[in-house]
């Protein structure tokens, strides 16, 4: 079993729909959460810090469920702009063991 | 803050030959990551530094890979004697100390091997 775990997609949304993606990790050590954003051939970025209150970041929220090792993000409003692969990550072990889920691809059409 | 620095953006080099990539990371960022990314797939850990310490090394990594990081601040990573599967992006990141800390990534060095 893999640590972190995404659903590959992909998801084909039209503009201005919701989508949300669903992570689960497998360490129940793990101490921070992120999701990242990569688009075709370039570098991951980050998108957002995932918080066990849970937080929001303009049209995306982020929820975070210890309990069940879950993670989410929501995007609302969806843009063409927001065509990439999503990255939900965990670090554990003193934050040093960065751990990136495989990537749930989303393409948002006109 | 020129941000994470990697060379070159590409490779393409024959099975059997040595490669070396460099990163310069973030200047205030002690520390240091390289991984691993194929299509498809998210980025895969190699190796961790905590300035000049290399504190980590994935399984993944085979002794024909070594990374080296002499004064805490760039970064080399070396595949002897490359393979065809050792085709990649290699992506090095850069973070502060503190488990809250984001990883900043570099352009990557794709590396293609014939």
């Known amino acids: 079993r893999k640590e972190v775990e995404q659903d590959p997609g992909p998801f084909n949304v039209p503009e201005g729909a919701t989508v949300a993606f669903n992570c689960t990790y497998s360490?129940?050590?793990?101490?921070?959460f992120f999701w990242y954003r990569q688009d075709c051939r370039k570098e991951p970025k980050l998108l957002m810090s995932?918080?066990?209150s849970g937080n929001e970041d303009g049209r995306f929220t982020a929820q975070l469920n210890r309990a069940s090792q879950y993670i989410s993000l929501l995007i609302r409003d969806s843009k063409l702009s927001d065509s990439a692969t999503y990255l939900c990550?965990?670090?554990?072990?003193?934050?040093?063991?960065?751990?990136f889920g495989a990537g749930t691809r989303l393409f948002v059409k006109a | 803050d020129t941000g994470v620095s990697q060379d070159p953006r590409h490779k393409i080099t024959k099975r059997g030959q040595n490669v070396t990539f460099r990163c310069d990371p973030i200047s205030e960022h002690n520390r240091l990551y390289w991984y691993r990314q194929t299509l498809g797939q998210g980025p895969e850990f190699l190796t961790y530094f905590q300035n000049e310490a290399q504190l980590e090394k994935s399984r993944l990594l085979s002794d024909r890979f070594s990374a080296e990081r002499p004064k805490g601040s760039f970064s080399t990573l070396e595949i002897q004697r490359t393979e065809q599967g050792d085709s990649a992006m290699y992506l090095c990141?850069?973070?502060?100390?503190?488990?809250?800390?984001?990883?900043?990534f570099g352009n990557g060095t794709r590396l293609t091997v014939t």
């Open positions: 990141a850069s973070s502060k100390t503190g488990g809250d800390s984001p990883l900043h």
């Open positions: 990550v965990v670090t554990y072990t003193g934050g040093f063991k960065t751990i």
């Open positions: 995932v918080y066990s």
């Open positions: 360490n129940s050590a793990s101490q921070s």
